[in-house]
């Protein structure tokens, strides 16, 4: 394996970046022939990471993924190339695509949550018949008023 100390810029280590894909990425396609295509890709990342560590690191993630590597049977669709893609390999390189356990840098707004119960609370009362009385008239008026006032909350918020 090449250390990273000992890659240069114009040295591209095409078979390495393939044999690593192939012992790392189990569960995708393997890469069986090195195409112009492909060599294109690979020099494409290279002059952007010059890292074999980097392509370790994407490929580790992509395995790992639940939906990358076809796990949830939701997607089958990741292989080597659509890997090497610029916009696929940076969205894997930042963690687009880790399981959802908390990994993921999504943090959902505290009061969003609350504004949605109540507006759930508001739409089931009237769906029993909690609040009948003008309900033709009101209902318009005040689903509108919820649905403003949850939004100037959640910007204020």
């Known amino acids: 394996?090449?250390?990273e100390k000992d890659t240069d810029l114009n040295k591209v280590p095409y078979d390495e970046i393939f044999n690593i894909f192939n012992q790392t990425c189990v569960s995708l396609p393997k890469v069986i022939k090195l195409t112009s295509v492909r060599c294109a890709q690979i020099k494409a990342r290279w002059k952007e990471y010059n890292s074999i560590g980097t392509f370790i690191k994407v490929f580790?993630?992509?395995?790992?993924?639940?939906f990358l590597s076809g796990k949830n049977n939701k997607w089958?669709?990741?292989?080597?190339?659509?890997?090497m893609q610029k916009d696929k390999f940076i969205q894997v390189l930042e963690?687009?695509?880790r399981n959802?356990?908390?990994?993921?840098n999504f943090k959902p707004r505290d009061n969003a949550?609350?504004?949605y119960k109540e507006l759930e609370k508001?739409?089931?009362q009237r769906l029993i018949g909690e609040d009948n009385e003008n309900a033709d008239m009101e209902e318009t008026v005040d689903n509108k008023a919820i649905i403003e006032n949850m939004k100037n909350k959640a910007r204020n918020g």
């Open 113 to 115: 949550v609350e504004y």
């Open 100 to 104: 959802i356990q908390g990994s993921n």
């Open 95 to 97: 963690g687009n695509y």
């Open 76 to 83: 089958a669709g990741c292989c080597f190339d659509w890997l």
């Open 122 to 124: 508001v739409t089931q």
């Open 60 to 66: 580790k993630m992509a395995e790992e993924s639940d």
């Open 1 to 3: 394996m090449l250390s």
